[in-house]
């Protein structure tokens, strides 16, 4: 069996720490108890219909890339409890902090990963997806790391394969300089259309934004955010 080919960084979503501190007995528990019952097997085919993933009946299906703290992943999962959602952290600590209010929220709507996000993005069957949530990502606000921003031409085509005609592409950014990459990326790509037409569109979030602890941590340091919305043409 061939190794897969290594994949460049440019390609790549959140490579970095992947433990912090030490986890409290909860989040042990809920890392050893729950996250194999949740965890993706990308060793399997996906199933198809994807709503397979879930032991509940969903209508809709949504991937977080990058999830952090899962403030926003928790708070859309409890309240779209017939939407199933799939969160991509490598950050051990902050998924077994989310597996754990998972729990006690009695969140059976999520399933996750805890590794690369452009290895859920191969494995998930064309137009299986109707969102799409990349929220304040890693900026690389060095010039010569800007490859390394997620947002990328190669990128974009997977979320275009898995997105539904008339899916979402949403991105947050309280960083101006990937916001405008963001903006100049997915602008040039055929399959995707920013319909925004006045600055409240970008300048407001989403109906019902809990908020994320990063976003909360750029407001007391007098940075806003922007949030964008794309959506799948076709």
């Known amino acids: 069996m061939n190794a897969e080919p290594r994949r460049s960084r440019a390609t790549e979503a959140f ?3 992947r433990s912090g501190k030490t986890l409290s007995a909860p989040q042990a528990e809920a890392l050893a108890s729950v996250l194999p019952a949740r965890l993706l097997d990308l060793g399997r085919p996906a199933p198809q219909p994807l709503d397979g993933l879930w032991s509940v009946p969903v209508t809709s299906r949504r991937l977080e890339i990058g999830f952090g703290g899962g403030e926003h992943l928790l708070a859309r999962a409890a309240r779209f409890r017939d939407t199933g959602f799939i969160g991509v952290e490598p950050f051990i600590n902050s998924m077994a ?3 754990a209010a998972g ?3 009695g969140l059976e709507n999520i ?3 805890d590794d690369d996000a452009t290895r859920v993005l191969d494995w998930l069957p064309d137009a299986c997806l109707d969102r799409i949530d990349l929220l304040y990502p890693d900026p690389w606000p060095k010039k010569k790391h800007w490859k390394r921003r997620f947002v990328s031409t190669v990128n974009l085509d997977r979320f275009a394969r898995v997105l ?3 899916g979402l592409f949403c991105f947050a950014s309280d960083i101006d300089t990937y916001v405008n990459w963001t903006l100049a990326q997915v602008i040039a790509h055929p399959l995707f259309d920013w319909p925004a037409s006045q600055a409240d569109d970008w300048r407001l979030p989403w109906d ?8 909360a941590k750029a407001f007391r340091e007098g940075r806003r955010g922007t949030y964008l919305t794309f959506v799948r043409a076709g």
Request: glycine residues 18%.
């Open 97 to 99: 902090k989310m597996l």
């Open 164 to 166: 539904k005609p008339g």
């Open 103 to 105: 729990v006690e929220q």
């Open 208 to 215: 019902g934004w809990p908020g994320t602890r990063y976003e």
């Open 111 to 113: 399933r996750v990963y």
């Open 15 to 17: 490579y970095g720490r």
